[in-house]
Nanobody
Framework: QVQLVESGGGLVQPGGSLRLSCVAS????????MNWYRQVPGKQRELVAT???????NYADSVKGRFTISRDNAKNTVDLQMNNLRPEDTGVYLC??????WGKGTLVTVSS
């Protein structure tokens, strides 16, 4: 069973930055494709960024050029660096492994 724990959310002004981190249990983390999703009340959960086992990355159009996903297999972590944040980036950010395992999420609020 994979367990995921996110951290790093908070309140930030528009144009600011945050770095989210997700720690995964399990000794085969390097074999997981990892994802960050965003959940906004009343809207469908949105895939924000993906990093594969070969470190290939993919991003939603809305965050390209502003967000960067990275992973450290030695530490079992996957991070999401978010720059130039916008109010529409507000939401609960959830870490996902293999498409099937979810963390509880961390809240990001972008507001002045």
């Amino acid at each position: 069973q994979v367990q995921l724990v996110e951290s790093g959310g908070g309140l930030v002004q528009p144009g600011g930055s945050l770095r989210l981190s997700c720690v995964a249990s399990g000794s085969i983390f390097s074999m997981y494709t990892m994802n960050w999703y965003r959940q906004v009340p009343g809207k469908q959960r949105e895939l924000v960024a993906t990093i594969t086992t070969s470190f290939k990355t993919n991003y939603a159009d809305s965050v390209k050029g502003r967000f960067t996903i990275s992973r450290d297999n030695a530490k079992n972590t996957v991070d999401l660096q978010m720059n130039n944040l916008r109010p529409e980036d507000t939401g609960v950010y959830l870490c996902n492994a293999l498409g099937t395992h979810w963390g509880k999420g961390t809240l990001v609020t972008v507001s002045s």
